[in-house]
């Protein structure tokens, strides 16, 4: 018989003294391991006893000894890779770890699946809401344009979606304007003020409008977001839909400039409010 047979042979008498030593009821039960070496195969053991730590193992036929062993519940052999099928095969009742893979290494967990957000899932985030300033500051006259500027910004709001951190971008990228009149309009910019462009009182802007009557009005505005998220440490992923939040500005009071606006006479002073062309 040549080497390579009595190897295979010797393996399965290994795998059938293994089930003997471990399914049979009796005394301590001697657990056999077998590894083909280049001119045989090393054959050692250890004693071992169900809910107690072993005993210290007798001398293989290689001539090593096996230290103390512990029982570590059923038993699972060290066996390598090429002869892990004839090993299993010899089993009556095959062990759970038997396969293609090598015993006692756990397989690598795949990477868990990050889920894809929509708006309902975020429906419980709320972006911060505007504020709206007027100017002047409570009144206006009649004919002038007057100022509106919305305070707002591009911010983040930090939540949990299943049980994961996300960060949550709210981008203003529409203004609303209702001028509490009857008329209305609407601008990609919150405006500024005067002073921020650089430009004297009642002077025109892209968020201004003209009073027509006297009276008190509100204006508001409603600011349109669009809504973007990350999982904490990635990219940011736009979301399709918008948010929307308004605000409303104090009461103006709309004047006649008859005798509150002039400082000087036109004639010295043309750029005064109230003159011509102001």
Not at 32 to 58: C, E, F, L, Y
Not at 92 to 100: D, E, F, H, L, R
Not at 233 to 238: K, T, V
Request: with cysteine.
């Amino acid at each position: 018989m040549n080497l390579s047979a009595l190897a295979r042979l010797s393996t399965i008498v290994l795998g059938v003294a293994v089930i003997a030593a471990i399914l049979l009821p009796g005394p301590p039960a001697l657990a056999v391991t077998g590894i083909i070496n280049n001119n045989g195969v090393d054959v050692s053991d250890m004693w071992v006893r169900p809910g107690s730590p072993g005993s210290p193992g007798n001398a293989g036929s290689s001539g090593s000894t096996n230290g103390g062993a512990t029982w570590l519940g059923p038993y699972k052999p060290t066996i390598p890779t090429s002869m892990l099928s004839v090993y299993c095969v010899a089993w009556v009742i095959t062990p759970s770890w038997c396969g293609t893979s090598t015993p006692g290494v756990d397989p690598i967990p795949p990477e868990p699946v990050i889920p894809t957000l929509t708006l309902d899932d975020l429906s419980h985030v709320e972006p911060q809401s505007p504020t709206l300033q007027t100017e002047p500051a409570g009144w206006s006259v009649i004919g002038l344009p007057t100022n509106l500027v919305a305070h707002i910004a591009t911010h983040e709001v930090s939540t949990v979606v299943f049980d994961r951190d996300v960060d949550v971008q709210f981008t203003p990228i529409r203004y609303d304007w209702a001028f509490g009149d009857g008329e209305s309009g609407a601008t990609s910019s919150p405006g500024a003020t005067w002073e921020q462009l650089g430009q004297r009182e009642f002077s025109s802007t892209p968020t201004s409008h003209r009073y027509r009557s006297l009276g008190a009005v509100s204006p508001q505005v409603t600011v349109t977001y669009s809504v973007a998220y990350r999982w904490a440490g990635q990219d940011w992923i736009a979301l399709d839909g918008t948010l929307n939040r308004g605000a409303s500005a104090p009461l103006v009071f709309v004047q006649n400039a008859d005798t509150v606006l002039v400082t000087s006479g036109c004639r010295s002073a043309r750029s005064a409010p109230g003159c011509d062309g102001n």
